[in-house]
Structures are given as structure tokens and as C-alpha cells.
């Protein structure tokens, strides 16, 4: 690798390492291609991606990043996963390593947060930004579909007093 390529590539991951919202770091050793693609596909669906770097050129783009505190990580066959979204590549990074015993969480950072491996499972568990902004919009709309169900209760009700009234006359 060239001297321009390696700048380009430290470029890159510092642009990574301040723009994500939560970084996973993880050995993979002794994973599959068709494995690794898995997870990739699997993050990109949540909109993280996952990057294999030469951990001193990684150690080299998070100098001065808000997530510096990876660096400890960074030994050995790792692998980066990240997303924008502060839970989404800690959940799909959890989930992975649950199903297979090769993916190891070694730890991560959120924002200037240290993560350990325990730290990284508890982002997980956290609801995602889109279930977030889900159970706001439900308890924004809930209020108004209650009114609208008291003001229209009283009107159903007369029409269901009219109506056993006629059955009564009719009967």
C-alpha cells in the first residue's frame, strides 16, 4: 500500500470515527467470507456498515477523535462496525455474536463514552432511533384520538338510545 493510499485511508476512518454515532470493535477471526458478507448485509439493512482496517492506521485516524478510547481494542484481527444511528451497529454487532461464536465483542465507543463488551450489550437492549420516534408519535396522537372518541361518544350513544326506542315502538 502507498504512502497516498494509507493517507487516504486514515482520511477516511477519522471522517468515520466523528460522524458515527457508536463504534463496535470485534475480532472475526476465523470467519468465513460468505460469514463477514452476512454481517455486512445485515448492518447495511440498518444502516451501518462494517470496515476491516490495519489497526495502526485506525489508531492513527482516531488520534484526537471523540472516540479514542478504541484504540485499547485495536489489536489482533478486528473488525469495525458503525452507524450514524447511536444503536443500530451495537444491536446487529449483539445479535451476530450471538449466533456466531467467531464474532467477538472486544468493546466500542459512543461519542466520548467508552464502551467494555457489556457496555456495548447495554447499548444494544436500547430501543432504536426509529422505535423511539415511534412510541413519541404514539403518545403525541394519543391524547387526540381520545378526545375524538369522547366528543363522538355522547352522539353514539343517543343514536343507540333512538334506536332501542324504535325497536320498542315497533316491537
Not at 63 to 81: E, F, H, N, Q, R
Amino acid at each position: 500500500m502507498e504512502r497516498a493510499q494509507k493517507e487516504q485511508l486514515v482520511e477516511e476512518l477519522g471522517q468515520i470515527f466523528e460522524a458515527s454515532g457508536v463504534v463496535v470493535v470485534a475480532h472475526y477471526e476465523g470467519m468465513t467470507v460468505a460469514q463477514m458478507q452476512d454481517l455486512r448485509a445485515q448492518m447495511r439493512e440498518v444502516g451501518g456498515s462494517v470496515r476491516v482496517a490495519k489497526n495502526r492506521l485506525a489508531k492513527i485516524a482516531l488520534d484526537g477523535k471523540p472516540c479514542a478510547s478504541i484504540a485499547d481494542y485495536l489489536t489482533g484481527m478486528t473488525v469495525l462496525a458503525y452507524s450514524e444511528d447511536p444503536v443500530a451497529a451495537a444491536k446487529v454487532a449483539d445479535k451476530y455474536a450471538k449466533a456466531n461464536d467467531k464474532f467477538v465483542i472486544l468493546g466500542g465507543a459512543m461519542g466520548d463514552t467508552a464502551l467494555d463488551p457489556a457496555g456495548v450489550k447495554a447499548v444494544a437492549q436500547m430501543p432504536s432511533r426509529e422505535e423511539l420516534i415511534a412510541s413519541i408519535v404514539a403518545c403525541i396522537g394519543a391524547p387526540a384520538s381520545n378526545i375524538a372518541g369522547a366528543i363522538g361518544a355522547p352522539a353514539s350513544n343517543i343514536a343507540g338510545i333512538l334506536t332501542t326506542l324504535e325497536e320498542r315502538e315497533a316491537a
